[in-house]
């Protein structure tokens, strides 16, 4: 089964989306599952994971209400006031909702936080600790600045599954911080309950003309890390629509496993993901 373990649905006519800007006007419009879905059949992709894009309860009661109706939706990561101190009693109100069952995750854009070291905050670390006792995963949106927050909040909650998004957010378009991204990912090659999407690296690179070729080498990077039972696919769909369709995305992708074997390559398009949301 092929799992596609990061993409959005998103109505800016309806909700406002802060970092929605004039540069990424081309995927500032509403996008849910009837544009999704031939995209997914097209590329054999079998089930997905939708992912929260705004902090909102309200944004992931709608996830959540159409993973209800929705088929191919195995998953919801969600948005939770980390630092509420009711973050449990709201977790299992989620899940009392209409689709409340495929609630699989928690996450926050952590790197637009001011403070690198947010997630150390002694009121979030509680938020991260009802998470984890609701068993739910928590993704990790961060690039290297707060790589050294996420690694130590990875340390004290060894019992949490945690997953990276994006494979941290080197900069693949002029390689400039690619040194300081892998001193600070390499770490986590040794804490078994972190995996890693390989996701958003398209957005990363040059939008116009960037190739497999350019993201062979931070792919191989993070397999050699996490090796491919901790390293799941994701389209990041629709912002990946800035650099290239879906099936550019998908296919790049797939030119940069290559080298697995055929096991390797099910666990990155689906059975890592099924693993560690517990699908």
């Known amino acids: ?8 649905f998103w109505d800016p006519t309806r909700a406002a989306y802060p970092w929605m800007t004039d540069e990424v006007a081309k995927i500032r419009r509403p996008f849910g599952p009837v544009d999704l ?5 097209r590329c054999g992709v079998d ?9 909102s309860l309200d944004e992931t009661r709608d996830l959540l209400a159409t993973s209800a109706v929705t088929d191919f939706l195995a998953g919801v990561v969600g948005w939770l006031d980390l630092t509420d101190a009711h973050a449990v009693q709201t977790i299992a109100e989620l899940r ?8 699989v995750g928690i996450r926050h854009q952590v790197h637009d936080e001011p403070d690198p070291a947010w997630l150390l905050r002694d009121d979030v670390q509680r938020g991260l600790a009802a998470v984890g006792a609701a068993g739910l995963a928590y993704d990790l949106l961060v690039r290297t600045r707060e790589l050294p927050a996420a690694l130590e909040t990875a340390r004290r909650f060894p019992d949490v599954r945690f997953v990276i998004d994006h494979i941290g957010k080197p900069s693949i378009r002029d390689g400039r911080d690619t040194a300081a991204w892998a001193n600070a990912m390499a770490p986590f090659s040794d804490l078994a309950h972190v995996s890693v999407k390989l996701s958003g690296m398209v957005t990363e690179a040059d939008w116009a003309l960037w190739r497999a070729q350019d993201l062979a080498p931070y792919v191989e990077r993070v397999l050699g890390w996490f090796g491919p039972r901790r390293c799941m696919f994701g389209s990041d769909w629709p912002v ?30 689906g059975a890592t993901a099924i693993r560690v949301y517990q699908l």
């Not at 089964?1 to 959005?8: E, L, Y």
């Not at 879905?37 to 059949?41: T, V, Y």
């Open 240 to 269: 990946c629509l800035l650099a290239g369709d879906y099936r550019k995305v998908f296919d790049g992708l797939l030119a940069t496993l290559d080298g697995l074997d055929r096991a390797g390559t099910d666990d990155v398009l």
């Open 47 to 55: 089930r997905s994971i939708v992912v929260q894009a705004r902090a």
């Open 37 to 41: 879905a031939p995209q997914l059949r």
């Open 1 to 8: 089964m092929i799992v596609d373990a990061h993409h959005h």
């Open 96 to 103: 009392a909702l209409p689709g409340g069952s495929k609630l």
